[in-house]
């Protein structure tokens, strides 16, 4: 079934540890970002990727770090998590980065630093 | 600041008919998004406005208004599935999305 991979599903992190969330998308999708969801606030762009090759900022990316080295891939790394770092993340995609172009979304990594 | 506000939490009787409210504020506008999200699971797209008016798809449809900054999407005959958050989110002038925080709808019996 066509769609968003996320790995791992959850995981438990002590602080300062490096860790990096995987993405794999199989739907030739030119766009890829990754958000954080933190109770009662809103999805929050953390990184984003218009093609292969190119990333860009979000509002939250102090912390993380993100590559684009082909179409399929979009991993997110903490290089030294932080408690405030605790949130659902979400992989999401779309056929571009335009007007209209709905995200799909990957099932999301529940991730815990203590 | 660009701001997306909606309802925290609303409470419907199934069979019903319930409004969720969206009221925005962004730099530059390139399309109003609704999506649902069950709890524990990830985002789904329900449907997409960018000119004045009601767009209907079956049981849900949705409403914008732009020089209001104001839309609603309006859910009929609801079914205990429906019970869900439901995620405001504005296109602003660079494409990116502005999200609300989103509505928590309780679906009573």
């Known amino acids: 079934i066509a769609g968003i991979t996320q790995a791992p599903t959850s995981q438990i992190l002590a602080a300062g540890r490096r860790m990096t969330l995987r993405c794999t998308q199989d739907?030739?999708?030119?766009?890829m970002y990754w958000y954080r969801q933190d109770l009662g606030l809103g999805l929050r762009l953390i990184h984003y990727?218009?093609?292969?090759?190119?990333?860009g900022k979000g509002e939250v990316p102090d912390g993380y770090s993100v590559s684009r080295a082909n179409t399929d891939d979009f991993p997110l790394t903490l290089a030294s998590a932080v408690p405030s770092q605790t949130s659902v993340y979400f992989c999401?995609?779309?056929?571009?980065?335009?007007?209209?172009?709905?995200?799909?979304f990957g099932s999301g990594t529940q991730l815990s630093v203590l | 600041g660009q701001n997306i506000d909606q309802p925290t939490e609303m409470t419907a009787t199934e069979g019903a008919i319930v409004q969720i409210n969206c009221t925005y504020q962004?730099?530059?506008?390139?399309?109003l998004f609704w999506y649902q999200q069950h709890a524990g699971e990830a985002p789904t797209f329900l449907s997409y406005?960018?000119l004045d008016g009601l767009e209907e798809k079956g049981r849900f449809s949705s409403f914008l208004s732009r020089s209001k900054g104001y839309s609603y999407l309006l859910l009929k005959e609801l079914q205990m599935k429906d019970s869900a958050s439901y995620l405001c989110?504005?296109?602003?002038?660079?494409?990116?999305?502005?999200w609300g925080a989103g509505t928590k709808l309780i679906i009573k019996p």
């Open positions: 739907m030739r999708h030119n766009a």
């Open positions: 990727s218009n093609t292969a090759g190119t990333t």
């Open positions: 999401a995609s779309s056929p571009s980065q335009g007007a209209g172009e709905k995200l799909f």
């Open positions: 406005n960018v």
């Open positions: 989110a504005v296109m602003d002038s660079n494409y990116q999305l502005i």
């Open positions: 962004t730099s530059g506008f390139n399309g």
